[in-house]
């Protein structure tokens, strides 16, 4: 069955410093990757998606398959980037069931 | 346009009641996804719809069942609640195939 782990339950960063939210996942086809967010009081909402390959709010965050990793990285954290920060996957055929990884809460520290 | 509402917001039930939960996708969305988060089991996935079909079904037993309307709105129902069953129960909605999902804001249950 598919997994998502997310070994850090928190991460705490100074402002400026570079941040690296882990995500492992376990899927023996090709899955669909994902990093969604939530800030404080709002809703959940899609951060980037690996098939876009793009850069969201200054992170982005690549699939290895040999590693079967995408962590989200961001160079130079901001204060406004605390938030909790889930990785998930979707699986060939599986419409849209996103299977979760148990989430990361970023705090970044002025 | 609106996004994903969801109805009521908080709910408070006592075990062996049933609860049903509405979910309104944005204009134009066809598939409706349930999630259940607690803070153990995190986020975990009900079942999804399609044009009124049931796509896909998480591992929850059966007294989580859903439906779709017409207009793409959705329920799902829980019978026989359980002190379990107290979670933030979150819908999402996309155009159908795969593309970004928009999740609501989430009802509150609480089972006493």
């Known amino acids: ?110 | 346009k609106a996004g994903v509402t969801q109805t009521p917001r908080y709910l408070i039930k006592t075990r062996g009641q049933q609860v049903t939960l509405s979910c309104s996708p944005i204009s134009g969305h066809r598939s409706v996804s349930w999630y259940q988060q607690t803070p153990g089991q995190g986020l975990q996935f009900l079942f999804e719809y399609f044009s009124e079909t049931q796509r896909n079904k998480g591992n929850f037993p059966g007294r989580f069942s859903g439906r779709q309307f017409s207009n793409s709105r959705s329920e799902m129902n829980v019978s026989t609640l359980e002190l379990g069953d107290s979670a933030l129960y979150l819908c999402a909605s996309s155009l159908g195939g795969s593309e970004t999902q928009y999740f609501g804001p989430g009802t509150r249950l609480l089972v006493l």
């Open chain 1, 1 to 110: 069955a598919q997994r998502v782990t997310q070994p850090e339950k928190l991460l705490s960063v100074f402002k400026g410093a570079p941040v690296e939210l882990k995500c492992n996942y376990s899927y023996s086809g090709s899955p669909e990757l994902f990093w969604y967010v939530q800030y404080s009081r709002q809703r959940l909402q899609l951060l980037l998606r690996h098939i876009s390959r793009e850069s969201i709010k200054g992170f982005t965050a690549d699939l290895n398959k040999g590693e079967t990793s995408f962590h989200l990285k961001k160079p130079f954290a901001q204060e406004e980037d605390s938030a909790m920060y889930y990785c998930a996957l979707k699986y060939n055929n599986a419409g849209n069931m996103l299977t979760f990884g148990g989430g990361t809460r970023l705090m970044v520290k002025p």
